[in-house]
């Protein structure tokens, strides 16, 4: 087998083994994250209101956590579309007349 070929399946299975981290264990770590926040929240609402207690940084945690875990489920997402760096915006710009 050539080198060209080798490398070439070497991708292949990276691409496989990246996607399959991105799809498996990523999105249950952002679903994660993203249900910690809420129950944290909720949490916070229930020391504030019923007990009159809150956490000094409980509201910074919420707000950080529930970005980090949307950014994650953002990257998830874009992961798994299709690469759209080819593709024409709009089909006249491709030669490709619309009627």
Do not use: H
């Not at 991708?11 to 264990?25: A, M, Q, R």
Request: proline share 3%; glycine share 8%; with cysteine.
């Amino acid at each position: 087998m050539n080198r060209e070929a080798m490398s070439v399946s070497s991708l292949d299975k990276f691409s496989t083994l990246l996607n399959k981290f991105l799809t498996e264990i990523l999105s249950k770590f952002t679903a994660i994250i993203l249900l910690g926040a809420t129950l944290f929240a909720l949490l916070e609402i229930v020391r504030r209101y019923i007990f009159g207690q809150v956490f000094e940084w409980g509201m910074d945690a919420v707000v950080y956590a529930m970005m980090s875990g949307i950014a994650l489920s953002i990257s998830v997402t874009q992961a798994k579309k299709k690469p759209f760096g080819n593709e024409c915006i709009s089909p006249g710009a491709c030669g490709k007349r619309t009627p």
